[in-house]
Nanobody
Framework: QVQLVESGGGLVQAGGSLRLSCAAP????????MGWFRQAPGKERDFVAA????????VYADSVKGRFTISRNNAKSTMSLQMNSLKPDDTAVYYC???????????????????WGQGTQVTVSS
């Protein structure tokens, strides 16, 4: 089973920044949509952001618009999420995902993504 690997989570104070990275060892998703989701304790998994295969289309959840920036480097088979102005409500486990069936159409439903990482914890203290 192909796995994506997230890194970069941690503990940060409100107003701070973190940068999450996602890599796909042994496989490239350069022709697939990739995205970030998050799940807070006791809550459902929520869409955060996604990027088309070329990087030309970006979609963000309203809650993170203007604060988070998604990007990808197909040459390195990596994807990143720059998170600024973090709030305690951003505390969650963050997952990266790849939707092999999609290139430019960007789904926001997690069920449409085929490959997932194990998650990385982000904790924002007030």
């Amino acid at each position: 089973q192909v796995q994506l690997v997230e890194s970069g989570g941690g503990l940060v104070q409100a107003g701070g920044s973190l940068r999450l990275s996602c890599a796909a060892p042994g496989r490239t998703f350069s022709s697939s949509v990739m995205g970030w989701f998050r799940q807070a304790p006791g809550k459902e998994r929520d869409f955060v952001a996604a990027i088309s295969w070329s990087g030309g289309r970006l979609v963000y959840a309203d809650s993170v618009k203007g604060r988070f920036t998604i990007s990808r480097n197909n040459a390195k088979s990596t994807m990143s999420l720059q998170m600024n102005s973090l709030k305690p409500d951003d505390t969650a486990v963050y997952y990266c995902a790849a939707g092999a069936q999609f290139r430019s159409t960007i789904p926001t439903a997690g069920g449409l993504y085929d490959y997932w990482g194990q998650g990385t914890q982000v904790t924002v203290s007030s």
